[in-house]
């Protein structure tokens, strides 16, 4: 029988034990200790996020930005970014550009996304430099988006935490 047929599935970082009841087991009638099961998954869960509390800082900014971001990232001991090229547009719209006499809207701006895992105690820090490294004070600059990480695996060597980043 499929795994999902079973009436138990075990999501999450695995260490646990705890089960969640699938949606077929609830309709089963095990509704309560289901739901006991997935409030144990949680605080389980949080208990771990907050040993090695970490965040993803997310940067949208200007292109020609990118280098000094880079650099003072590093500078506060930031060992690891991902760097995607990315269109969008906020508060800035667009513009129009004129290409062989004919003007063109552009919707999307391009734009570079900065991805960087970090530590909780030097989020304050990276926050800043890409604040100071991004800002032209012109329209356009960007966005700093600051989610929590729940679990970061370093494939490698299996190390986990903090100690992944």
Do not use: C
């Not at 077929?24 to 771990?48: C, E, F, I």
């Not at 062989?100 to 989020?123: C, H, N, Q, T």
């Amino acid at each position: 029988m499929a795994p999902a047929l079973s009436g138990r599935a075990f999501p999450g970082d695995g260490q646990s034990g705890v089960a969640h009841e699938t949606p077929l087991a609830m309709a089963r009638g095990n509704k309560g200790q289901a739901w006991d099961q997935s409030k144990r998954q949680h605080a389980n869960s949080v208990r771990h996020t907050r040993e090695g509390y970490m965040k993803l800082i997310t940067a949208i900014i200007k292109p020609f930005k990118l280098d000094e971001a880079r650099e003072a990232l590093s500078a506060i001991g930031v060992s690891g970014i991902t760097v995607t090229e990315v269109k969008g547009f906020g508060r800035q719209k667009g513009h129009t550009e004129l290409y062989r006499g004919a003007e063109y809207v552009v919707d999307f701006l391009p734009k570079v996304k900065i991805e960087a895992a970090v530590s909780d105690d030097i989020v304050d820090q990276a926050i800043e430099a890409v604040e100071r490294a991004a800002r032209t004070g012109k329209i356009g600059d960007g966005k700093i988006f600051v989610t929590p990480i729940e679990q970061v695996i370093r494939i490698r060597t299996g190390e986990t935490g903090a100690d992944a980043l």
